[in-house]
């Protein structure tokens, strides 16, 4: 089995504490599409100092606090992508400026009018950037450990700037993933 066989649109990468990039490091990656030819993803918990409402004003007041553009990762940060948490029994592919991803997490058209839909969402995040690898890239880094693969939830998207989010990911896992969510940011300082 491929050690990538369990990453599918939905799931999480969580850093592993050895993986010492600065792009990645104690970061939570959601998998938005994965193919034999490559995997798209967004870090989760990175969010800059800059306001939605600066870079895309119809949206601004939209997502959810903080109200700010996440880092979503190295590749095109000068792109945007949004991920919206939707309410129960919406079905995105019967919307028009949605997209599924996985259950009630869809891609939002940053082209619609937001008005339009709101009211289908219970929360939304805005990246700049993405993450990506190419095909196999992603199968090595997980085989190498740097990278530990989770099921995620809609809540991971929208999880605010002061919460641990590889922390809490990691301690939901429970035995023995929940224990690497103690391992310090810096075993030097331990």
Known sequence: MRPDA??????????????TDPNFKRTVVYIIDQRPEGTLGVVLNRP????VLDV??????????????????????KTALCLAALKAGT?????????????PVALVDLDAEPEDLMPLVRGMR??????????GQLAGEIERGDWMVVTGLADDVLV?????LWGRVLRRQGMPLALVSTYPTDVRLN
Request: net charge negative; hydrophobic share 40%; proline share 9%.
């Open 6 to 19: 369990e990453v599918e649109a939905g799931s999480l990468l969580v850093a592993a504490p050895s993986l």
């Open 48 to 51: 800059s100092e800059v306001a």
């Open 56 to 77: 895309l004003p119809p949206w601004g007041t939209y997502v959810s606090r903080p109200q700010c553009i996440h880092i979503g990762g190295p590749v095109e940060q």
């Open 91 to 103: 079905d995105p592919g019967k919307v028009e400026g949605l997209v599924g991803v996985q259950g």
């Open 126 to 135: 805005v990246f700049a950037g993405y993450s990506g690898w190419g095909e």
């Open 160 to 164: 605010g700037a002061n919460v641990d």
